[in-house]
C-alpha cells in the first residue's frame, strides 16, 4: 500500500511558476512509477507527466511539453512536477499517481491517487 500526498498548489499569475511535490509512504515508493494527472472544473481527468521508477524515462502530455518538468528524489519519497509559464487554461486540481510502470500511468492504469492539490493561473 502506498500513500500519497500532493503539496505545493496555489494561486500564481500566467507567466509564472510552481513546483508540486508528492511524498509517499508506504511500501517500496522506489518500485513505483510515478505520475501527475489534473482535473479542471466539468472536465475529465487528464494525464499531465509520468517518470519511471528509476526516473530515466519520463513521459509528457502535448499541452504542458517544454514548460513541466517531472523528477523523482527516491531517497527522499518524493516526486516533483515543476511547472513554468503556467497559462491559465493549466487551472485545475493536480493529483498524484502511483503504478507499477510509466506506460501504465500514460494508459491510466493506476494503483495509487493522492486527494489533490489546487493549481489556480489568474490571466
Known amino acids: 500500500q502506498v500513500q500519497l500526498v500532493e503539496s505545493g498548489g496555489g494561486l500564481v499569475q500566467a507567466g509564472g511558476s510552481l513546483r508540486l511535490s508528492c511524498a509517499a509512504s508506504?511500501?517500496?515508493?522506489?518500485?513505483?512509477?510515478m505520475g501527475w494527472f489534473r482535473q479542471a472544473p466539468g472536465k475529465e481527468r487528464e494525464f499531465v507527466a509520468a517518470?519511471?521508477?528509476?526516473?530515466?524515462?519520463?513521459y509528457y502530455a502535448d499541452s504542458v511539453k517544454g514548460r513541466f518538468t517531472i523528477s523523482r528524489e527516491n531517497a527522499k519519497n518524493t516526486v516533483y512536477l515543476q511547472m513554468n509559464a503556467l497559462k491559465h487554461e493549466d487551472t485545475a486540481v493536480y493529483y498524484c499517481a502511483a503504478s507499477w510502470s510509466a506506460e501504465a500511468i500514460v494508459a491510466r492504469g493506476i494503483m495509487y491517487w493522492g486527494q489533490g492539490t489546487q493549481v489556480t493561473v489568474s490571466s
Open positions: 517518470v519511471s521508477w528509476s526516473g530515466d524515462s519520463t
Open positions: 508506504g511500501s517500496a515508493f522506489s518500485s513505483h512509477a
